[in-house]
């Protein structure tokens, strides 16, 4: 019966998945990206913003979910550069220590480069904190130890608190907002 059910929803068992990266506009001008993609040849993150008018060296600051490579990965340049060359970089104080701690494989290695590229420029904060004016850090620790999810007036931002919707659910275009 669930197998059933799970053939009726995907399609034939085929399970579209997406990496949503938000892009918000303050009313000061400030542009706030939450997650940043795959990067490389996965990720279509840079072309899109730039369809939309924003460029890496406009964007003030990154919020990031969590450090998976599907949200951190547009971070980086093809060598390793920051691809953001001026933007602050958030993260979760608990997401940050456990990335601090050791964690190996590729994806320590990735979140090693990301956090060296883009050094002093990452900040830290802790849940119930206001990160940013308008925006406050939830906690949704259990994907990994610091997810995050980022509350404003009328969004709640999150990333993979939900896998796999799907396909007829899948947004192929940023979500834009202002706040």
Avoid: C
Wanted: glycine letters at 14%; proline letters at 3%.
């Amino acid at each position: 019966m669930l197998e059933e059910e799970f053939l009726r929803l995907t399609g034939g068992g085929r399970v579209p998945s997406s990496v949503n990266v938000f892009l918000l506009k303050r009313g000061d001008g400030k542009i706030i990206l939450v997650d940043a993609g795959n990067g490389g040849k996965r990720g279509g993150m840079l072309r899109k913003l730039e369809q939309s008018g924003v460029f890496p060296e406009s964007v003030d600051f990154i919020l990031l979910t969590h450090m998976h490579g599907d949200h951190i990965g547009g971070l980086l340049g093809k060598h390793g550069e920051a691809v953001f060359s001026r933007a602050l970089v958030y993260v979760s104080m608990p997401e940050w220590e456990f990335w601090q701690n050791g964690t190996v494989g590729l994806q320590g290695k990735q979140v090693r480069k990301v956090l060296h590229a883009y050094g002093s420029r990452v900040r830290t904060f802790r849940f119930g904190e206001e990160v940013l004016p308008g925006i406050k850090a939830l906690d949704a620790s259990g994907h990994t130890p610091g997810h995050t999810v980022f509350e404003t007036d009328s969004l709640l931002i999150v990333g993979d608190l939900l896998h796999a919707a799907g396909s007829r659910f899948r947004v192929r275009r940023f979500a834009r907002f202002t706040i």
